[in-house]
């Protein structure tokens, strides 16, 4: 598995926060979960729900973020973590997010969405619940729908941690809907906000190329030189590998992992 070393400053005092932002923040997060859930004796019952659901939620950033060598056991113990949640608390926001993210890496993408809405019916303050079920409609080529969702994520918290993943889904949903400058401006956002994941990275990319404007297209290759010099070649290889055409998925999908699959693989 590929292994996100980079980290930028962190704020040591808030290491929740850093977990959904950095690959050292989350790995610590994580270890001191999986260690207390092991020995649950000294932990109050009533926090035992919110620690299943945060283990489940950290170990899906590591997964689906490609962090810290997580792969398919760790997909495995999310799953696990969230059910363990989701039968202490059914109405767990938080463990119903993270259920969600693991529907999304087996590729569950409706019961992905029903996850997400659940989420948010279960806690309407739950920015990333809003922000995820407006993912999740881009995933399902329902990218015009996506705007309001991730929109009701940034006025129930203007200021969350996870804001990058808010601009990166938007984002994408431009990015599938053609929309150059939109897609532009808050993908590169989202990789100011957060740089620490590949995808982002690569979508400005491709949009920077597909522009019709010349200096976007003269930004493109530079923004992909600084992807290749933050993450190095071989995240760049695995990026390509799964960016390959799947029929099952919509085609405004398609045709958006073709595009970026197309500019990145010059590189």
Known sequence: MAQQSASPPADTADAVSNAVVTPAASLFIREILEKALTNPAGMAPRWAADAWA??????????????NYAGL????????????ALALNSKLAFAHHAKGMVYRAGREHKAALRAFKTARRCDSGFARGHAQFGNQKVLLGRESEAHDPISKARNVAPRHPATGYFDWADGRAYFQEQDWPNAIKLLKMSVGELPTVWYNHCYLAAAQNSSPNAADNSDAP???????????????????????????DPQSVRDARQRVLKFIQQF
């Open 73 to 84: 056991e760790e997909l495995r113990k999310a799953d696990d973590a969230a059910h363990n």
């Open 222 to 248: 530079k923004t992909m030189n600084a992807f290749i010099s933050r993450f190095g070649r071989p995240v760049l290889a695995r990026a390509v590998a799964s960016l390959q055409d799947n029929p099952a």
């Open 54 to 67: 945060l283990l489940a939620n950290v170990l899906m950033n590591d997964y689906l973020n490609w962090w």
